[in-house]
């Protein structure tokens, strides 16, 4: 696993072999994802903050990355894994950077968009 970036500026490391995957992913991706992309998260939407789809950290690659914020946005549902040993040490992984793992299922985002981006917003305040 390399670093991304330089040491010691807030860079996260990650895996070079998980970019191509990430890519592939950024150009399929799930009903759900594709929803809460272009109504919240796209082009700033969401309180002018910058969201990246499919960025690998670690070893995973994690759905939305919001680097100001230190937020992981993950839509949980069809290609997350349905091992809860798997989920949480991603978790704790991922919370041991100094990220907050916020995590939404499918149908929330599929029929509560609103909801969904409500819950963000409080979770800015």
């Not at 040491?7 to 799930?30: H, Q």
């Not at 950290?57 to 993950?74: A, G, K, Q």
């Not at 991922?94 to 990220?99: F, I, K, V």
Request: with cysteine; glycine share 6%; hydrophobic share 35%.
């Amino acid at each position: 696993m390399t670093r991304g970036g330089r040491e010691g500026l807030g860079f996260l490391p990650y895996d070079p072999k998980l970019t191509t995957l990430a890519r592939a992913n950024r150009m399929n991706p799930t009903p759900a994802e594709k929803k809460i992309w272009f109504e919240v998260l796209r082009s700033r939407q969401f309180a002018a903050y910058k969201f990246l789809r499919q960025k690998p950290i670690n070893r995973f690659i994690v759905d939305f990355y919001c680097s100001s914020l230190h937020w992981v946005v993950e839509i949980d549902g069809d290609s997350h894994s349905e091992d809860p040993a798997y989920d949480i040490e991603r978790t704790q992984i991922l919370q041991s950077h100094g990220l907050t793992i916020i995590r939404y299922s499918n149908k929330d985002v599929m029929c509560n968009i609103s909801g969904v981006y409500d819950d963000l917003a409080k979770r800015i305040s």
